[in-house]
């Protein structure tokens, strides 16, 4: 199963990594090597081409609950494009890129809702034909990825990541928005937006005094991906600050990196 995901991470492009500042310490190779491939894989989930032709996934928010040291977000989960004929593997897909596998004997009904197929042993807590309540809990600007695999020989597949605690900022139509990359930010995303298609970006970034900047251009649709890792020798913990101007607007975001708790 996990192969099957991770499969598509090797076709996707490579991306460009951001230090803070040339006084960081060098990545060695297997670093560099770990940090640009779970930067494929976000970017690949991000736009979507991880998915079987046609598929898409979606999440509804249905509730919100407090306890004591976290808040509980409840989803339904939607599809279309995948066939209501045949039983699906829901996985997910952590941070780390580790796929684990959440449960089995997944069915959809008339409307794409994910819902038990009424298989004993599957599905666990929910009822034959009930629908699937997921509930998710997360820090902010963390990403919860999960993906429905059918269990035929086609193994079509759709992805979702949700950001249950959104880090984002807009400015005259343009969005950037934080994603974490590793549990406590070493490794952050940031996706935009809301750009015109191809045109320079001129982006700046500061951590603790330390600038980088830099040029890079709009996909054609608009968006924007960059990955930074923001992390300043000497200190454990920071914000950084970054600022995306293009011809049409100024966007700048900040986040913070070397702590995490539960939102």
């Given at each position: 199963?996990?192969?099957?995901?991770?499969?598509?991470?090797?076709?996707?492009?490579?991306?460009?990594v951001q230090k803070s500042a040339p006084a960081n310490e060098n990545l060695t190779p297997e670093a560099q090597a770990t940090v640009v491939r779970l930067s494929n894989l976000e970017r690949a989930i991000w736009t979507g081409s991880m998915n079987s032709p046609g598929?898409?996934?979606?999440?509804?928010?249905?509730?919100?609950?407090?306890?004591?040291?976290?808040?509980?977000?409840?989803?339904?989960?939607?599809?279309?494009?995948?066939?209501?004929?045949?039983?699906?593997?829901?996985?997910?897909?952590?941070?780390?890129?580790?796929?684990?596998?959440?449960?089995?004997?997944?069915?959809?009904?008339?409307?794409?809702?994910?819902?038990?197929?009424?298989?004993?042993?599957?599905?666990?807590?929910?009822?034959?034909?009930?629908?699937?309540?997921?509930?998710?809990?997360?820090?902010?600007?963390?990403?919860?990825?999960?993906?429905?695999?059918?269990?035929?020989?086609?193994?079509?597949?759709?992805?979702?990541?949700?950001?249950?605690?959104?880090?984002?900022?807009?400015?005259?139509?343009?969005?950037?928005?934080?994603?974490?990359?590793?549990?406590?930010?070493?490794v952050t995303y940031i996706h935009g937006s809301g750009f015109e298609p191809n045109e320079d970006l001129v982006m700046d970034s500061e951590s603790y005094g330390e600038k980088n900047h830099g040029v890079r251009k709009a996909e054609a649709d608009g968006s924007f991906?960059?990955?930074?890792?923001?992390?300043?020798?000497?200190?454990?913990?920071?914000?950084?600050?970054?600022?995306?101007?293009?011809?049409?607007?100024?966007?700048?975001?900040?986040?913070?990196?070397?702590?995490?708790?539960?939102?």
């Amino acid at each position: 199963m996990s192969g099957l995901l991770l499969s598509t991470m090797v076709i996707a492009q490579s991306v460009t990594v951001q230090k803070s500042a040339p006084a960081n310490e060098n990545l060695t190779p297997e670093a560099q090597a770990t940090v640009v491939r779970l930067s494929n894989l976000e970017r690949a989930i991000w736009t979507g081409s991880m998915n079987s032709p046609g598929v898409k996934l979606s999440l509804k928010e249905v509730s919100r609950s407090r306890t004591t040291d976290r808040t509980l977000v409840k989803y339904e989960l939607y599809s279309t494009g995948l066939p209501k004929n045949v039983t699906y593997t829901l996985v997910e897909i952590k941070v780390s890129g580790k796929v684990v596998q959440s449960m089995t004997g997944v069915t959809l009904d008339s409307d794409g809702r994910a819902i038990c197929a009424g298989r004993p042993g599957t599905c666990s807590g929910s009822g034959p034909n009930s629908p699937i309540d997921l509930v998710l809990f997360a820090g902010n600007a963390e990403p919860k990825r999960l993906s429905l695999v059918s269990d035929d020989e086609a193994h079509l597949r759709g992805i979702v990541s949700v950001v249950l605690f959104p880090n984002v900022v807009t400015d005259k139509g343009c969005r950037l928005e934080s994603v974490i990359g590793t549990p406590k930010g070493e490794v952050t995303y940031i996706h935009g937006s809301g750009f015109e298609p191809n045109e320079d970006l001129v982006m700046d970034s500061e951590s603790y005094g330390e600038k980088n900047h830099g040029v890079r251009k709009a996909e054609a649709d608009g968006s924007f991906f960059a990955t930074l890792l923001p992390n300043v020798l000497g200190k454990s913990s920071g914000m950084t600050v970054i600022e995306v101007k293009s011809k049409n607007c100024d966007p700048k975001l900040s986040f913070s990196w070397g702590t995490y708790q539960l939102e």
